[in-house]
């Protein structure tokens, strides 16, 4: 499945968060290197669809769709040149297919920054850095053997021409997903490279309670990651809601006046860079959240839930979310006002279809 790498400098509050987000005790000291084995949190993602799904047709199974965040060592300027824990950290980053930035803006004169200081924009500068310098270096290696590739007439030339791009690109210290985003380059054609920074980049800045609060600040932020999406949480207070029973930690929330805690936003978010998106299926066993990649057409779908449906695919039975809800969850409502469409192999699944697959098999 696909994952999310949590990255970022040491002591800005990487463990926290994630220990918050699998409710695990893994180590969070305060000293640099703390995580050093790559950790994996799966979590659920929200979706508050399915309560009301699981009340409507009576069961109480719910199996909502998951994010998996893997917890990777903290990074420090130098780690391209195979510095403190570096080479294992371009390793395990390398496997992730999203990057979530972690970012400390919180002011707190016990925590010890590496940096000296806190700087959002400078520690997003040693990060990047690190991973451009990186690429770079994957693009040196590559450029002989391409060279070579397109005299014997192995590949075309625009894929070479491309890679010098990259390779430009990274040279003006921007990533391969920040041009790309802003259509200056093609990432797609990069793929057989395994560029880091042409993955899908999260920042979560961690901020402290009043900073929550400065819309300013926040937009300041996020203009300055902008396109890549930004996310605002208290690492500490997101790690504490977790110790609570849901009535509790709601209520903790609504006081700190927040509609959602930062780790829903967060597995949210991720689920979205990663490309992904969920269909439905309700009924007496199970109400469930499946996940699929954006696009992906019905019998891709029923793929999913089991193999042989995808081949065996005949149509999909296919009523959205709002009108099943409007017709209190009963099919043969739904039926009745012709709101059950037939759906066939080149449909495209959307987001919030509720889905019964018929299949020869
Ligand atoms: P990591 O090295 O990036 O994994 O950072 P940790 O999660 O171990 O956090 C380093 C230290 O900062 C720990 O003592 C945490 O308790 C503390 N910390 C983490 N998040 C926050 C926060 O939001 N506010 C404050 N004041 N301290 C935090």
């Not at 695990?24 to 799904?53: C, H, K, M, Q, S």
């Not at 824990?85 to 371009?90: E, I, K, P, R, S």
């Not at 700087?119 to 500068?125: L, Q, V």
Request: proline share 4%; net charge negative; charged share 30%.
């Amino acid at each position: 499945s696909l994952t999310i790498g949590i990255v970022g400098l040491p002591n800005v509050g990487k463990s926290t968060l994630f220990n918050a987000l699998t409710r695990n005790n893994v180590l969070a000291e305060n000293y640099p290197f703390a995580t050093i084995e790559p950790n994996t949190g799966i979590v659920p993602l929200p979706d508050d669809r399915l309560p009301v799904l699981a009340k409507l047709v009576h069961t109480d199974k719910i199996v909502p769709a998951t994010v998996t965040f893997v917890d990777i060592a903290g990074i420090v300027k130098g780690a391209s040149e195979g510095e403190g824990l570096g080479n294992q950290f371009l390793a395990n980053i390398r496997e992730a297919d999203a990057i979530c930035e972690v970012v400390r803006a919180f002011n707190d004169d016990d925590i010890v920054h590496v940096n000296g200081k806190v700087d959002p924009a400078d520690d997003i500068d040693t990060i990047n850095t690190e991973l451009i310098l990186a690429d770079m270096q994957t693009i040196d290696k590559a450029l002989p053997k391409l060279e070579k590739d397109q005299r014997g007439g192995k590949i075309k030339p625009a894929y070479l021409d491309t890679v010098r791009k990259a390779k430009e690109i990274l040279g003006q210290g921007r990533t391969i997903d920040q041009a790309a985003q802003a259509g200056d380059i093609d990432k797609d054609e990069l793929y057989d490279l395994h560029l880091m920074t042409a993955k899908p980049f999260i920042y979560v800045f961690n901020v402290d309670d009043d900073e929550l609060q400065n819309e300013d600040l926040k937009k300041q932020l996020a203009d300055s990651v902008a396109p890549a999406p930004a996310i605002f949480l208290n690492a500490q207070f997101e790690s504490e809601l977790t110790e609570l029973d849901e009535a509790d930690a709601r209520e903790m929330l609504t006081d700190a006046g927040l509609k959602e805690s930062g780790l829903d936003q967060l597995a949210r978010v991720g689920f979205d860079i990663l490309g992904l998106q969920t269909f439905l299926t309700a009924g007496v066993k199970e109400v469930r959240a499946w996940q699929i990649h954006k696009g992906w057409t019905a019998p891709q779908a029923a793929g999913v839930i089991h193999t042989d449906f995808e081949k065996g695919f005949i149509k999909a039975e296919v009523v959205s979310y709002d009108d099943f809800v409007a017709a209190d969850g009963s099919y043969a409502k739904v039926r009745e006002e012709g709101k059950m469409r037939l759906e066939g192999k080149d449909y495209v699944m959307q987001d919030g279809d509720i889905v019964e697959f018929k299949t020869g098999i």
